[in-house]
């Protein structure tokens, strides 16, 4: 068995597919160096992230994949599951050895399960995208702190970049602690020397803009007139709002 050791980044990973055919190897396991624990039976060999061999495998899936498969597969990826590079050296295979697309062959296991890892990314995203709330701080910049349970940082961008194109804004992802930076021509990663908490909703007035404070309690008194008490039906509510989104909503301060 031989474990190909990479970088962590998407870039990585399809290099380190590379690898594999490259170096012919039939017994592979893919491994990001953040999660590899060594293995006295196996061989390591470290992959160094290259950005030809990447796009030639990128490409390579580019000519038997749908734009859907190719989300399917980043999807997978971005989930951060333990098995994900398993399931995808897996899939690559089938992919390649094919000479027909296996992307809506259900009755495999393998392909039932990728398509649903990549629902559930895409459900965390849309979520996201409807529950950002931002905060006007200092700077004339638009925060926002989230906690997603996959990193879908780069999935939400493009999005906000469309909606918000004439605000900068800050979207920071606590728990893998990296966010994306827009300064109304582009989107760029950032980071942070001090983590900001999960919930930035009562910053300190000396940190945010003077006018966040009745913006917040307009949006309260807007929410509050539009909810009807008759028609409350709280497992409905949650079902369609989960709690744990609660802490980034302003309504919920109320």
Same mark, same amino acid.
């Given at each position: 068995m031989v474990h190909f050791v990479y970088d962590g980044s998407f870039e990585g990973l399809l290099t380190a597919v !590379?690898?594999?055919y490259e170096g012919k190897a039939e017994r592979a396991q893919l491994f990001s160096i953040k999660t590899y624990q060594p293995d006295a039976f196996a061989e390591r060999r470290d992959v160094l992230t290259d950005s030809v061999k990447a796009n030639r495998v990128w490409k390579?899936? !580019?000519?038997?994949l749908s734009p859907q498969g190719l989300l399917n597969v980043y999807s997978v990826y971005l989930s951060e599951r333990t098995d994900r590079e398993t399931l995808l050296l897996a899939f690559f295979r089938r992919v390649f050895a094919e000479s027909v697309s296996i992307e809506d062959d259900f009755s495999s296991p393998?392909?039932?399960?990728?398509?649903q890892i990549s629902r559930q990314i895409h459900r965390e995203k849309h979520r996201f995208e409807a529950f950002v709330r931002f905060i006007h701080i200092k700077g004339n910049i638009y925060f926002a702190s989230i906690e997603p349970? !996959?990193?879908?940082?780069?999935?939400?961008?493009p999005h906000f970049a469309e909606r918000y194109a004439d605000q900068r804004w800050i979207i920071y992802d606590t728990r893998r602690q990296y966010g994306l930076y827009y300064d109304l021509q582009q989107v760029q990663e950032v980071y942070f020397e001090a983590v900001p908490d999960s919930s930035v909703l009562d910053l300190p007035s000396?940190?945010?803009e003077e006018d966040e404070a009745l913006m917040q309690q307009l949006w309260q008194v807007y929410f509050q007139s539009?909810?009807?008490i008759e028609r409350k039906n709280m497992k409905l509510h949650r079902k369609h709002l989960p709690i744990r989104y609660w802490k980034y909503l302003t309504e919920k301060k109320i």
């Open positions: !590379f690898d594999v390579g899936l !580019f000519r038997k393998l392909i039932v399960q990728i398509s349970d !996959f990193n879908i940082l780069p999935l939400i961008g000396d940190q945010v539009v909810n009807i």
